[in-house]
């Protein structure tokens, strides 16, 4: 996942996959390996899912934030690899408003 700046305010989220698929359409149906969708959280706290490669994250205090997007199979269980949880983590940085 990369966190890109938005030019107005907030973050535009790039979950980058291989070997998968998101399958909104299946959602809560039968798991598959390589299709579904992701957890979105915030520091730890989860906040929505997600059903595509992008992602608009805005609403962040002023801090540090640390976000996190797992990859997800049709009935919600966090996909695998080698024992791990197939997710990224980053951290960003929320400015304080600046003075007008």
């Known amino acids: 996942m990369i966190a890109h700046p938005d030019p107005r305010r907030g973050w535009n989220l790039e979950v980058q996959v291989t070997n998968f698929k998101f399958a909104p359409e299946h959602?809560?149906?039968?798991?598959?390996?390589?299709?579904?969708?992701?957890?979105?959280?915030?520091?730890?706290e989860k906040m929505t899912r997600i059903y595509g490669n992008w992602y608009y994250l805005d609403g962040l205090a002023p801090g540090t934030h640390e976000i996190?997007?797992?990859?997800?199979?049709?009935?919600?269980?966090?996909?695998?690899?080698?024992?791990?949880?197939?997710?990224?983590?980053?951290?960003?940085?929320?400015?304080?408003?600046?003075?007008?």
């Open 68 to 100: 996190t997007v797992s990859l997800n199979a049709n009935g919600h269980e966090t996909l695998m690899h080698n024992g791990e949880p197939i997710q990224s983590t980053v951290t960003v940085e929320v400015p304080m408003p600046s003075a007008q």
């Open 27 to 44: 959602i809560s149906q039968a798991s598959i390996p390589t299709e579904g969708h992701a957890h979105l959280y915030v520091n730890g």
